[in-house]
């Protein structure tokens, strides 16, 4: 039997007869100009990669340092760019192929999570706060990542005066998986996205210099809970696929608004099965609490935060939460809006023991890296109050909460890598005593970021706060914000506590001293305070920036 034989039969046995016209295979059309921020970060981040191939060992340091803060100094200014073009407001749309979605909350997103990672950055490249050894400054990573504890590879490493340049390239694909996850349109672009910045953090979590055990510890717990997550995330993927025939949030929201008329026949038995959709919903929504760090999804939240290098733990308290939350906004706003009903009391639920959760477990914590990883779980309820309402003023707010909440929470880290003793980082709460005495410069920006995370007016914390319990009042949550006003008492209790440790206590004999810093650090924590004192003491311009940032495409 000839070639042309087989090929007709087989052509005809798959239901195409050869007189069928063939249709032509479209070339995809992707809008470069639009995705220049997320091509910027990832391609400088692959140069990365080259550099610790081909660069010598000793230019290494500064190579990575200065191509990271180009990049995310880039990638805004194309923010900025976009931005002023009216592609967050009037010429807002889908791109690339309906993947990514290019309005003013992405764009609004991306802006404040590359210049967050960019104050971050500078805690990386932090090497004057530990003693040099044999010579050579160190930083916050180990030498050799790769060396057993304790080893002798690892101390010849030291000896050496090797040091991990890799955290920066880690760094900016990281980033490039959160700019791309808040603006994702479609469930896939979604979890790869997910994937992208989620993986770069495990490794960057194990790499401490000091406490490495603890620091591999960490990186294990946030591997395992963190597959569990993306695991829950791919399986709601599946149950959406199979209720709505499509992995697209507007072809999701049609089916769910039943405005759909044309029906897949493969698909035929399960488009529009409310269970598929009510059992994939809940489970991607449990991927992304998970990422937030709601109660109950939040178990890896303080040993993760404790274990981990400082100033990677900064960048990931700030960074994580902003492209969360915008996945989570942009999920509800825009894919499920019409099972609001369905939604919104779970969500309440979670909101007030995610509040009340972590603001009186953190009253019983006595490390302060701990403390502040509890305080940053009663801050997600809060951003869910904002969440819940369900309004455009909800969505503005829960923006502005993110960009005034993330500078402070890389400021406060900042600062936690300041106060060391002989064994490193001195983070347990009874070292802080008497810190006021001994160096007040330091103490009073500390207490600045406390005041602020307790909402303590003219400061960042308390415009945003008020921000989304209006929003949420006004949605008609008002019984959350009850629970808030309530929780965030509780939370100034423990924050002042902090400060009147510091400010009223005797400082030990034996306590630990405060370093002095680079230029680096100082301009994270200077940024920090600035950020948290601008939007506390004139917010209106910020406020006015994120309402008109807070339209989703559909």
């Keep these: 039997m000839s070639a042309t034989a087989v090929h007709s039969l087989w052509t005809t046995a798959g239901g195409v007869t050869s007189a069928a016209p063939v249709e032509k295979f479209k070339a995809p059309v992707i809008e470069y100009t639009q995705l220049t921020p997320v091509l910027i970060v990832i391609g400088v981040a692959v140069v990365g990669v080259l550099v610790e191939a081909f660069v010598p060992r000793r230019a290494r340091y500064y190579t990575q340092v200065f191509l990271a803060v180009v990049a995310l100094a880039a990638a805004f200014a194309a923010v900025v760019g976009l931005a002023a073009g009216g592609y967050g407001t009037t010429k807002a749309h889908i791109a690339a192929m309906g993947a990514i979605a290019i309005d003013g909350p992405t764009l609004f997103l991306q802006g404040t999570i590359l210049l967050t990672s960019l104050v971050a950055v500078f805690t990386f490249a932090e090497r004057r706060l530990d003693p040099a050894a044999h010579g050579n400054h160190v930083d916050s990573f180990a030498a050799q990542a790769a060396s057993v504890p304790g080893s002798d590879s690892e101390k010849a490493a030291v000896k050496a005066g090797f040091t991990t340049t890799e955290v920066f390239p880690l760094v900016l694909f990281s980033v490039a998986g959160m700019l791309v996850f808040p603006a994702a349109n479609d469930l896939l672009t979604l979890f790869v996205a997910l994937e992208v910045f989620s993986l770069p953090l495990y490794l960057l979590c194990a790499v401490a210099r000091r406490k490495r055990l603890m620091s591999q510890e960490a990186a294990v717990k946030y591997f395992l809970l963190g597959a569990f997550s993306s695991a829950f995330l791919l399986f709601g993927i599946a149950l959406l696929y199979g209720y709505a025939g499509s992995v697209s949030y507007a072809a999701i929201a049609d089916v769910v608004d039943g405005a759909v008329t044309k029906i897949d026949p493969a698909l035929a038995d399960t488009m529009g099965n409310d269970a598929l959709l009510l059992i994939g919903g809940a489970m991607i929504l449990t991927g992304l609490l998970f990422k937030v760090g ?60 995610t509040m009340l959760g972590g603001a009186i477990v953190a009253i019983t914590q006595t490390d302060i890296k701990r403390l502040l990883a509890y305080s940053s779980i009663a801050h997600a309820g809060f951003i869910l109050a904002g969440v819940i309402a369900t309004t455009p003023d909800g969505i503005s707010s829960v923006l502005f909460y993110l960009g005034a909440y993330s500078f402070v929470t890389v400021g406060a880290f900042a600062v936690v890598t300041l106060v060391r003793d002989a064994g490193g980082e001195a983070t347990h709460l009874s070292k802080w005593a008497g810190l006021g005495r001994r160096s007040p410069l330091v103490a009073a920006v500390f207490a600045v970021f406390l005041l602020a995370f307790a909402g303590i007016p003219l400061t960042s914390g308390f415009s945003g706060k008020f921000a989304v319990f209006k929003a949420a009042a006004d949605g008609g949550a008002g019984g959350l914000v009850v629970v808030g006003v309530i929780s965030s008492a509780i939370a100034a209790f423990f924050y002042i506590r902090v400060i009147v440790l510091m400010f009223f206590s005797e400082p030990k004999a034996d306590g630990p001293t405060v370093a002095v810093p680079s230029p680096l650090t100082m301009t994270t924590i200077a940024v920090g305070v600035a950020v948290t004192l601008v939007l506390g003491l004139a917010p209106q311009y910020f406020l006015d920036l994120a309402s008109q940032a807070g339209v989703f495409v559909r």
């Design 294 to 353: 709601a109660v109950p999804f939040h178990m890896w939240t303080p040993d993760v935060y404790q274990g981990a290098p400082t100033p990677v733990t900064g960048f990931m308290a700030a960074a994580t939460k902003v492209a969360a939350f915008g996945a989570l906004l942009r999920l509800l706003y825009v894919v499920l809006p019409g099972l609001a009903w369905d939604w919104r009391p779970v969500m309440w639920a979670v909101a007030i023991v």
